[in-house]
């Protein structure tokens, strides 16, 4: 195809966009949850945005199953969302489990705590990923175009950046952001140095939940998050996954028109796959090695896997990036969002919320920068100074988990001499000053100096908030930080 050819979609009008013409134009690279709640934002904020995704439709690939939106990541598709698309991913929700246990091989039960009931919506809620992103592409027909493989970027010499495709055609925006995941392209040319370290790979399946299946499946296993562990490692997990209410039917009330792949109930599960012989194998012997994986366990654990859907079995590598150089310097009109820039592993549950926390931050910053509140080469720093440091807190923490089977050692590119000047200074019992860059269940990030990120526990003030803490413990072998409040903020 001719290499002159450009795509540039009309940029779209929206009721929130008509008397506020657009000033920017924003090029998305990937159509995942981050990039496309950022679409939604940008659009509903008067920025003009077309979103670019390499596979060739909606339904190309499994999307995967069950995440968990916390309280960060419900707020962030409330604030890009139009308010009946948030009210359809809270009814199209996953019903609240009601424990979370860690059993034996044989299901007893080491640690057993029940879920407090909780109303789905502000405090977050669980959610299958395919009706997500199928609720996320609503009305944004004329934004996405599929099959559009990104290879490179380049400065167009008047401070735009125009990206190119595999077919040859190209498009020019004010701001391109990679939103294309764990091997993100946009990535490996704007920071090829950055560093993802693969952690172990994992095998996904699902169950489908029948008419009988309940009959048999131990009552220890429904409605919970379950851990099954076998001499101190991860054997089998598993969560059930069904929704409050037929996503058709909740479709039809909150966005007529809109149509929802139905999502029967079904059993989520993991097992380990540590044979890098399988990495690439099929959905059949993927699945087999899984029911080898279990021969040992409760028979019930072995039967979930026999009556699995063969097919929806694939093998998922769980990463975790460690943290880059800020590079809005260097390139000022290219950022990064999500699995782009700070992939982290699945134990805490925190990937998709920075992502979507990733969306809503970016959207704020050039909303302001729209209303002419500040530049919009400031409005991209900002938000980048914000996701580097919560965003590789998180991946830390993540990574640094009890779900997490191997220990790591920085790789020697990362710099941590900021964080042993601090630890070397300061002690358990000491009062810093410190900047709230996030929240968690428990508490929030917090970023105290160059380097230097970490926990607060118990306490969650707003983002952006700078308070008195007390240092609580300095963990010199994980390079981990935690803090507790003194009750008194120094200045918002």
């Not at 087999?288 to 590598?317: K, M, N, S």
């Not at 809005?328 to 950022?335: E, G, I, K, Q």
Request: proline share 6%; hydrophobic share 45%; charged share 20%.
């Amino acid at each position: 195809m001719n290499d002159d050819i450009t795509i540039d979609p009309p940029l779209p009008t929206t009721s929130a966009s008509v008397d506020t013409p657009a000033r920017f134009r924003v090029a998305i690279i990937g159509g995942g949850l981050g990039g496309l709640c950022l679409a939604h934002g940008l659009r509903r904020s008067g920025v003009g945005v077309a979103v670019y995704e390499r596979d060739t439709s909606a339904t190309f690939r499994s999307q995967g199953y069950r995440i968990s939106l916390k309280a960060s990541g419900a707020d962030a598709l409330h604030d890009c969302l139009p308010s009946n698309l948030f009210d359809l991913c809270v009814a199209t929700s996953i019903r609240q489990a009601t424990r979370m246990v860690f059993m034996d091989p044989q299901l007893n039960p080491g640690f057993d705590k029940p879920t407090p009931p909780a109303d789905s919506g502000m405090n977050g809620f669980g959610v299958n990923r395919l009706t997500l992103r199928e609720i996320l592409l609503a009305d944004l027909a004329d934004t996405v175009r599929f099959g559009a493989t990104f290879e490179r970027f380049e400065q167009t010499g008047d401070g735009r950046v125009r990206a190119w495709f595999a077919d040859g055609t190209s498009t020019v925006a004010d701001l391109l952001v990679g939103a294309d995941g764990t091997h993100s392209a946009v990535r490996a040319q704007l920071i090829p140095d950055a560093i993802v370290d693969e952690l172990h790979w994992v095998i996904y399946g699902k169950t489908p939940i029948t008419d009988t299946t309940l009959e048999w499946v131990p009552d220890i296993l429904v409605d919970a998050f379950a851990r099954v562990t076998r001499d101190s490692e991860q054997a089998f997990a598993m969560a059930t996954c069904r929704t409050r209410e037929p996503v058709s039917r909740a479709a039809a009330r909150l966005a007529p028109g809109l149509r929802l792949t139905d999502i029967p109930g079904y059993f989520q599960w993991i097992t380990p796959l540590a044979d890098a012989s399988l990495h690439s194998a099929d959905a059949a012997v993927l699945h087999r090695h899984a029911a080898d994986q279990v021969r040992d366990l409760h028979a019930a654990i072995g039967r979930l896997i026999a009556e699995a859907d063969i097919a929806a079995t694939f093998p998922v590598c769980v990463a975790s990036a460690w943290p880059v150089d800020p590079w809005h310097d260097r390139v000022p009109n290219v950022t990064l969002l999500g699995d782009a820039v700070h992939t982290m592993s699945p134990g805490r549950g925190d990937g998709a919320n920075i992502a979507l926390h990733d969306a809503s931050i970016l959207r704020d910053a050039l909303a302001r920068a729209t209303a002419g509140k500040l530049s919009f080469a400031d409005a991209i720093a900002e938000y980048e100074t914000q996701t580097l440091r919560y965003g590789f807190a998180a991946a830390a923490a993540s990574r640094d988990s009890p779900f997490t089977s191997r220990s790591f050692s920085p790789p020697a590119s990362t710099a941590l001499s900021c964080w042993d000047q601090f630890a070397a200074t300061h002690t358990a019992g000491d009062i810093v000053e410190a900047t709230v860059t996030g929240h968690l269940p428990i508490g929030a990030f917090v970023h105290v100096t160059d380097g230097v990120d970490g926990i607060l526990i118990g306490a969650h003030p707003a983002p952006g908030s700078r308070l008195a803490v007390r240092i609580k413990d300095i963990d010199l072998d994980k390079r981990r930080l935690s803090v507790v409040t003194t009750g008194h903020d120094t200045h918002a």
